[in-house]
């Protein structure tokens, strides 16, 4: 059983920074792939990135290429998402996922665990 909690969402404006982070329970942390997905108001959730249990492997949307990354400190037992400029279309609810395979990683329904997600707000 994996427990994730994220937090670092906020209120910033289009051109800004925040890095969000993803705490999770348990002692195989270094086991799990770690994702981010996130979800707009009417909207159904989209991948955002990916990382297996390194970071060696690592997989993002088209949307947020070059300007987001995702890495995971394994001693830490925390998964990071680090957006810079950050647009109006990136406002969205930010979930952290985790699953153990490194597979099909976009698709959400293959995640075993998620969080209860953080709020990113982008103004124009």
């Known amino acids: 059983q994996v427990q994730l909690v994220e937090s670092g969402g906020g209120l910033v404006q289009a051109g800004g920074s925040l890095r969000l982070s993803c705490a999770a329970s348990?002692?195989?942390?270094?086991?799990?792939?770690m994702a981010w997905f996130r979800q707009a108001p009417g909207k159904e959730r989209e991948f955002v990135a990916a990382?297996?249990?390194?970071?060696?492997?690592?997989n993002y949307a088209d949307s947020v290429k070059g300007r987001f990354t995702i890495s995971r400190d394994n001693a830490k037992n925390t998964a990071y998402l680090q957006m810079n400029s950050l647009k109006p279309e990136d406002t969205a609810v930010y979930y952290c996922?985790?699953?153990?395979?490194?597979?099909?990683?976009?698709?959400?329904?293959?995640?075993?665990?998620w969080g209860q997600g953080t709020q990113v707000t982008v103004s124009s």
């Open positions: 996922a985790a699953r153990l395979a490194y597979y099909n990683v976009a698709l959400a329904r293959g995640y075993d665990y």
């Open positions: 348990g002692r195989t942390f270094s086991s799990y792939t």
């Open positions: 990382s297996n249990w390194n970071s060696i492997i690592t």
